[in-house]
Every structure is written in structure tokens, then in C-alpha cells.
């Protein structure tokens, strides 16, 4: 499964669907590239030497699952609370909450190394657990794996 | 074959996609989830108990597959006004059509209950013949597929 | 692989994993329908007889490789101006450089001919060795592949 999409409405169903895969005994690997990496980040500041547009960029997106927005009627952040104020009421898991069910269901979360180096993300700003990978690799699981998706 | 996206252009390649597979004799399921439920929502308005923030989404979101936008070049409709009328010159189906001869041709739609769930969306809502089901439920039917799709 | 997007990040992704997969031996083909055309275009103005609405949808969407926009963060071109600057800097190929590498490395790129009648997009306006197919032909490719996305 390539997660491509940084929006957090499609992180949840990749997600949804990795953690229902895993579930059903299916080996799952999650391979994240370019806005996908924002899901795997850490939401604090991590001390980081980076090049001015690195560091630009990295305050211009997304730091972590839970401030991601919606791909559509996002609203300024309205949206978004709206649906999150939704799944809390109806006792849906967080995203947060489904990263960490899919690592302890042997989710493998891959981070695509190219992407990082060209948004300039390093590992210690991701959440532990996830490897860095290259296409190659995304490319060999896929080749075994039966369903393959690009979200 | 996963429909996650609300937008015209990509439910028409979606129908397109499944119609062919179907008239080349394959089984097809697709899987209405978040956005993608508006595709299959009736265009009245139907009488439901609903609570005030169910409504109100409900109300902002397209209701069925004509009233669909763009995902881009749409400018506040007019985008899809135009593509529209190219279509119906080239005797294109139009989206709603697509939609009955899918299920004429046998492709099973199914919508995701959780999304239903999530988004305050009711069965009596939707054009008739849609089943729902579960993620355990599309991924049974992925596992089958040999072409599996994520729009 | 379908190419459904015209997005910058899209189009470097699906040409990054073609030329991934065509390195590591695999038959790649990627079929271009809606925006996904974009891509292929020519960069200059190529003479053609079309209707008053085609050449006004011909002058609105970008015009080849080079002038696609990002799907978010484009802040009017300054996104991706960033994004490009930094891959010459990494010594990323560009995309119109993956392209050809795709070409090179025999990868079949084919056209989608109802998008092009509804896009009023013609041949001559493609890049050279471009196909065109219908979804008869994408489906059948589909069929015998082992991956398939929908980018």
C-alpha cells in the first residue's frame, strides 16, 4: 500500500483498511511518500540541522496525524474538528490510535527515503518504529503482496 | 475497487472502469467509502432522524451523482457544466447512467457502513440495489480481485 | 497503472515507480485518462482544428510535464518552484527527464481515447510514441499485471 496523500481523511481509511488486513492474518506494508511522510511525524519541534527551505517547509506542513486536514470541506480546520468531534462520539479510534494498533498488529510503516531527503525530513521526526526504505523495496512487497493500493 | 472520492471526474473513470471489467465478464465490487458515498446518495431530499451536526453535513455534501464537482478546473461549477456538455454532444453516458448499467451488468456497489455511520448517511438515502458492508467484507472481495483499484 | 492526476508530485510518484518496477524487469504499462493527458503534452502550441470550448479547455490545463502545478502547497507555482530547485540540487531527475527515461527503459505509455475526444486533445499534441488505447486495452494489460494502482 503506497500512502502518497498527506490528507487525513484518506490516512484514516489507508489505515482502516491496513489494520482490517492485519486482522484477517494478510502481511500488510504501508509505504510512505512525499505529503504521506506528514503522517509519520512526530508532533513536537525535533532539533534538526537543516537548510533554510528544509526548515521552511517543514513548519508549512502537517506535524503528525493529528494535524492533518481534511481533503476536502477541511474549512479552515472546521471540518475537520466536526468529524473528529464525530468519531469521538460514535467510539471510531483516532488516527493516532490506529498508528499504534497497526504497529502492534506488524503493520510494517515504511518511509520513503527519497521523499525525505527531498522535503528534508530526517528520521528522528518521525514516530519510532517506522524504517526508511527505498522504491525498490516498496516495489519487491508489492510484487508479493495481492492487493496493492496508492491512496 | 475502492471509490473513495466524491468528485465527478473520478466516479465517471471509476464507472467506466468497472462497466468495462464487467462487459469483459469479470465480477466487480465496488466500495463506497467517505466522499464516494455522495455518488450514490438519491437527489431528493429523504425524511430521516437526524441529529443537527449529521444534518448539516449532510446538507454541505453533494447530493448524487449529478450534483458532483470537479476535482479541479471546476470554478464553482461551470468546469463541470462544460465537460457536461461536451459529453452529452459526444454521446457520452452520463454519470447517472453509468451508475444503472453497472448495476444492470451485475457489478455489486457497496456502501462502507462505517463511513454511513461517520457522516450520519441512513440507508433510505441511497439509490436503491446498494449493499452495505464492513472493511472485513471489501477485503474479503480484494483478496479474490486481480485488479484492485484505490479513486 | 492508471494516471488519472495531473499533478506534479503524482506524475514524478508514477514515474518513479514505473521506472523502479521497468529496472527490476517488470512489463510497465501506464495509461493516461482526465488530467493525466497533461502530462503527455507537447510544451509548445501545436496547430489543430478544434471547436471554440476544446480550444478554450486546451489553453486552461497545463500544457506538458514541465508546467503541471502540486496537488497542495502550490502557492501559485512558488511550491513547485521550490520542490524543483531542490531536486536539481539532490540531482533528482525531472520529470520530463523520467519520461524519457520511462521510453528508454520500453514502458508503454498509452493514452486514453475517450479522454482525449472529451478533452479535445489530439494526437499531435502528445508527446512522440505515445499510444492510444481505450479501457478494452487498459483492462486486459490490467488483467496480467500483478500491480495496479490508480495514481
Chains 1, 2, 3 share one sequence.
Do not use: H
Request: aromatic share 8%.
Amino acid at each position: 500500500m503506497v500512502v502518497f496523500s498527506g490528507d487525513f481523511d484518506r490516512a484514516m481509511a489507508s489505515f482502516i483498511i491496513a489494520n482490517g488486513a492485519a486482522a484477517m492474518g494478510s502481511e500488510v506494508t504501508m509505504f510512505f511518500t512525499f505529503w504521506g511522510l506528514n503522517v509519520l511525524r512526530k508532533d513536537e519541534n525535533v532539533e534538526t540541522d537543516k537548510t533554510f527551505i528544509e526548515r521552511m517547509f517543514g513548519r508549512m506542513m502537517p506535524r503528525g496525524a493529528e494535524k492533518l486536514g481534511l481533503s476536502r470541506m477541511n474549512m479552515g480546520g472546521l471540518g475537520q474538528k466536526m468529524i473528529k468531534g464525530i468519531m469521538k462520539k460514535k467510539n471510531v479510534s483516532s488516527l493516532s490510535e490506529l498508528i499504534e494498533q497497526a504497529q502492534d498488529a506488524g503493520v510494517r510503516l515504511v518511509a520513503c527515503s527519497m521523499s525525505m531527503d527531498l522535503m528534508g525530513i530526517q528520521k528522528e521526526e518521525l514516530i519510532d518504529g517506522v524504517e526508511e526504505g527505498g522504491v525498490a523495496s516498496y516495489l519487491s512487497s508489492a510484487e508479493e503482496g495481492n492487493v496493492n493500493l496508492f491512496i
